[in-house]
């Protein structure tokens, strides 16, 4: 019988959370897995290629990885990769003034995440007594958007898959039991400025962060500021 090779184990930060949770390096087993999301070009197929590589190396029996914020997702995975392979990665972007390339090693272990203490921005009011409570998209409501042709139908399928809840101020109407058309006719009738709010929700989401500087040929002081996946690799 082969020997048994240990591996050894770490922890990982779910931000939404605020709590860590064991794991351990992905191998070659889990390194064939996303190879082959990377080699179909689709995106599904590499989302549901990196929620397959969390699943296998978290070591907690009750973890779920379709509970996960999409952000948790895209910072755990960038952390378990530094942890599994090198935390230090080449990129390289292409300057749109003097059309030169820059290179840059960037270590991941650096990566931040930023807008964390958003929770406030959960609870929108309506009116002095009626308000709704957000909850971040998770991995399950991005992974079920239906394959809308019109951008506002989007927007309109996360808006109400993120509402948690709405409350008065005699009781908490849970999403999950209202039904869809009585959802839909309170949505339309609100308000601009509550719709706006729902949107700055969106817009101010934790992200990764990590910021590069650098000037051109031309003497030009550049910055760019990275806070996705496809900005540090394509699983690479």
Same mark, same amino acid.
């Given at each position: 019988?082969?020997? %048994?090779?240990?591996?050894?184990?770490?922890?990982?930060?779910?931000?939404?959370? &605020?709590?860590?949770?064991?794991?351990?390096?992905?191998?070659?087993?889990?390194?064939?897995?996303?190879?082959?999301?990377?080699?179909?070009?689709?995106?599904?197929?590499?989302?549901?290629?990196?929620?397959?590589?969390?699943?296998?190396?978290?070591?907690?029996?009750?973890?779920?990885?379709?509970?996960?914020?999409?952000?948790?997702?895209?910072?755990?995975? @960038?952390?378990?990769?530094?942890?599994?392979?090198?935390?230090?990665? &080449?990129?390289?972007?292409?300057?749109?003034?003097?059309?030169?390339? /820059?290179?840059?090693?960037?270590?991941?272990?650096?990566?931040?995440?930023?807008? @964390?203490?958003?929770?406030?921005?959960?609870?929108?009011?309506?009116?002095?007594?009626?308000?709704?409570?957000?909850?971040?998209?998770?991995?399950?409501?991005?992974?079920?958007?239906?394959?809308?042709?019109?951008?506002?139908?989007?927007?309109?399928?996360?808006? %109400?898959?993120?509402?948690?809840?709405? /409350?008065?101020?005699?009781?908490?109407?849970?999403?999950? &039991?209202?039904?869809?058309?009585?959802?839909?006719?309170?949505?339309?009738? @609100?308000?601009?400025?509550?719709?706006?709010?729902?949107?700055?929700?969106?817009?101010?989401?934790?992200?990764?962060?990590?910021?590069?500087?650098?000037?051109?040929?031309?003497?030009?002081?550049?910055?760019?500021?990275?806070?996705?996946?496809? &900005?540090?690799?394509?699983?690479?």
């Amino acid at each position: 019988m082969l020997p %048994k090779i240990d591996k050894p184990i770490f922890e990982l930060k779910i931000p939404s959370m &605020d709590k860590s949770i064991n794991f351990r390096p992905f191998t070659v087993k889990e390194e064939k897995i996303l190879l082959t999301a990377q080699q179909s070009g689709e995106d599904k197929d590499i989302i549901l290629a990196i929620k397959q590589v969390i699943n296998n190396c978290c070591q907690e029996p009750n973890f779920e990885v379709n509970d996960l914020a999409t952000f948790d997702l895209e910072f755990m995975f @960038l952390k378990l990769r530094a942890k599994s392979v090198n935390n230090i990665i &080449d990129v390289s972007y292409r300057d749109n003034e003097d059309d030169e390339l /820059y290179s840059f090693a960037i270590n991941l272990d650096d990566v931040e995440m930023i807008n @964390l203490d958003s929770e406030s921005t959960k609870l929108i009011s309506v009116t002095e007594t009626v308000g709704l409570k957000m909850k971040y998209p998770s991995v399950t409501i991005i992974d079920n958007i239906p394959s809308y042709e019109d951008a506002t139908d989007v927007i309109d399928y996360l808006v %109400k898959s993120c509402i948690d809840c709405i /409350y008065d101020e005699e009781s908490v109407y849970s999403t999950k &039991d209202i039904p869809a058309e009585e959802l839909d006719a309170w949505l339309d009738n @609100l308000d601009i400025d509550t719709f706006t709010k729902i949107r700055e929700f969106f817009d101010k989401l934790p992200q990764m962060y990590y910021k590069l500087t650098y000037t051109n040929s031309k003497g030009t002081e550049r910055v760019i500021e990275l806070n996705s996946l496809n &900005d540090f690799f394509m699983l690479g």
